[in-house]
């Protein structure tokens, strides 16, 4: 089966760029094209003038994990236990969510400021059971996260069901004033045709490695060309390896996703005609299910540790997964409802904290978004691009002080474990699947 991001499908191409060729010198190189690295080159294009800033990625710009997430905008998590106010973890989940704050605030300005068509929603989203076992100390996360500034609101039975149009889940805690809605391929394909004009983009560009060069500058190599640069900045995530970067502290977790045609009138009547909507899952791997504004189902029901990516067939097993957890939503959908059916990729690391550093004099780098990639990919190109540029702000302080990843054993230890992890997950999550 072809492996087809819906939304890329539905956002439709740029213009072709064309792949770097030659030795070739900069001022500022991105390497990455996906939100994080685009965010990073507006923000130099707008420090810099008058320098030259080139952004390469190794396939299409515009249409690698970026586009292929599931569109929340997050500004609140859902606490965890120990972040309840009260525990010990509440401080570091106040920080964390002044930071999400503030980025989902950027991903609003880079709309405005761009007039990015990407049908976004103000409308908050739910983190939604079918099992109610599996949403506990409600009266404590609601305190939680209206203590931080969230607008949040439980909601169980027919309440419930007259807001989702399904009589899956059984409870919910509605939660927005920060947390959004949008379509990422639209999203990231705005950044992409808004790059301002000393902004150069390679498409189709493989970077294998990188070397130090006299003078203070960095040669990136690729398989048939080259550029130096002065400073550079790492904007690839699940695939910071390919720099050369080993030390990050993340690892890469492979998803999968369906999206099915619109539903008919008849179909949207008979769910009560909600309003589009976004539920997350308690569990790290229940279902992420969204009721797109076109009327169409997203559901994303797998995720993996794995070094290489899903071949055709094991995509299509994948796939038979999404049409179980669809028809506990909305029975009558069947495997021929399914118009798109993807894999995707994101960065995560074991405190949930991301990679963010200065890895040596002019070269920077960021890594772990941990599933807040629209968000806090937003914030982060803004933010590495000021630290390479030697600007500092609160903002800026407080994500470098939070960036702490956690120690990751060697592999093969990190493959074993990170397996057995996700096997116990499984299990915990059968009932949110």
């Known amino acids: 089966?072809?492996?087809?991001?819906?939304?890329?499908?539905?956002?439709?191409?740029?213009?072709?760029?064309?792949?770097?060729?030659g030795t070739q010198k900069?001022?500022?190189?991105?390497?990455?094209?996906?939100?994080?690295?685009?965010?990073a080159a507006h923000t130099l294009a707008e420090m810099h003038p008058q320098a030259r800033i080139v952004v390469v990625d190794r396939q299409r710009a515009a249409q690698g994990a970026s586009a292929r997430n599931s569109g929340f905008v997050?500004?609140?998590e859902h606490p965890g236990n120990d972040e309840l106010i009260g525990n010990q973890g509440f401080a570091g989940f106040e920080v964390d969510t002044s930071i999400g704050r503030v980025a989902s605030e950027e991903v609003r300005k880079r709309i405005a400021r761009h007039g990015i068509e990407c049908d976004f929603r103000d409308c908050g989203y739910f983190f939604a059971v079918s099992d109610p076992g599996k949403l506990t100390h409600v009266e404590a996360k609601l305190a939680t996260l209206q203590a931080v500034g969230a607008s949040a609101q439980f909601l169980q039975g027919e309440q419930l069901i007259q807001k989702l149009g399904t009589r899956h889940y059984q409870a919910a805690i509605w939660c927005g004033n920060g947390n959004a809605l949008l379509q990422p391929a639209k999203y990231v394909k705005g950044l992409l045709d808004a790059l301002p004009d000393n902004v150069t983009l390679y498409e189709n560009t493989d970077i294998t490695g990188l070397e130090r060069l006299d003078k203070g500058r960095i040669r990136a190599n690729g398989i048939d060309a080259s550029i130096e640069a002065k400073q550079v900045l790492v904007c690839l995530n699940a695939f910071i390896p390919r720099t050369g970067i080993d030390d990050s502290?993340?690892?890469?977790?492979?998803?999968s996703a369906s999206l099915t045609r619109p539903l008919s009138d008849e179909e949207f009547r008979a769910i009560g005609g909600v309003e589009?909507?976004?539920?997350?899952?308690t569990r790290p791997l229940g279902a992420t299910v969204r009721l797109t504004p076109d009327r169409r189902v997203m559901i994303r029901n797998t995720a993996e540790y794995r070094s290489r990516d899903l071949s055709d067939s094991e995509l299509l097993h994948r796939r038979k997964h999404h049409v179980l957890g669809l028809q506990r939503r909305f029975p009558w959908l069947t495997e021929q409802d399914i118009h798109y059916t993807w894999t995707g990729h994101l960065s995560a690391s074991r405190t949930g904290q991301p990679y963010f550093a200065k890895v040596e004099e002019g070269l920077f780098a960021?890594?772990?978004?941990?599933?807040?990639?629209?968000?806090r990919g937003t914030l982060w190109g803004r933010l590495l691009a000021e630290l390479a540029s030697g600007a500092s702000s609160p903002i800026l302080q407080s994500v470098m002080h939070r960036a702490q990843p956690g120690w990751l054993p060697p592999r093969p230890l990190l493959d074993i474990g990170a397996m057995l992890r996700m096997r116990v997950e499984a299990v915990r999550a059968r009932t949110e699947i």
Do not use: K, Y
Not at 1 to 21: K, P
């Open 249 to 255: 502290a993340t690892f890469p977790m492979e998803l």
């Open 1 to 21: 089966m072809e492996n087809v991001c819906g939304w890329i499908a539905q956002a439709g191409n740029s213009s072709v760029r064309a792949r770097l060729s």
């Open 74 to 76: 997050v500004a609140h």
């Open 276 to 281: 589009p909507w976004g539920v997350l899952s």
């Open 26 to 39: 900069a001022d500022w190189l991105v390497i990455g094209a996906g939100i994080t690295g685009l965010c």
């Open 366 to 375: 960021v890594a772990g978004c941990n599933g807040s990639g629209v968000a």
